[in-house]
């Protein structure tokens, strides 16, 4: 099976600014929709971003010109660059891969199968 690592998180001052990336094994990750979720306490997981296996990328409106994914298929890795983080972007953050499909066609948690373990953003004001 598939295996993600997700990484990158920490604290930072709002404004500031945060590269998470995520480490593929076991699958060639460039052949389906990879994606980063993330959810905070008492909330449901939510779709943050996503980008297919054409490179076709897909976000959220609240984090759509601030957030940036991307996938680097040498290094079998998919980054999420976030810029003027903001106090509501604090939450768990997982890397997500759609095994089987090729196109992001949704960023519902119900789309994706395999998840990373989860890295931790906080934003203060």
């Known amino acids: 099976a598939v295996n993600l690592v997700d990484s990158g998180g920490g604290s930072v001052q709002a404004g500031g600014s945060l590269r998470l990336s995520c480490v593929v094994s076991?699958?060639?990750?460039?052949?389906?929709?990879m994606g980063w979720f993330r959810q905070a306490p008492g909330k449901e997981r939510e779709g943050v971003a996503a980008?297919?296996?054409?490179?076709?990328?897909t976000y959220a409106d609240s984090v759509k010109g601030r957030f940036t994914i991307s996938k680097d298929n040498a290094k079998k890795t998919l980054d999420l660059v976030m810029n003027s983080l903001k106090p509501e972007d604090t939450a768990q953050y997982y890397c997500a891969a759609a095994l089987g499909r090729p196109r992001c066609s949704s960023l519902d948690r119900d789309f994706f199968a395999s998840w990373g373990q989860g890295t931790q953003v906080t934003v203060s004001s």
């Open positions: 980008i297919d296996s054409d490179g076709e990328e």
């Open positions: 076991g699958d060639n990750y460039s052949e389906y929709c």
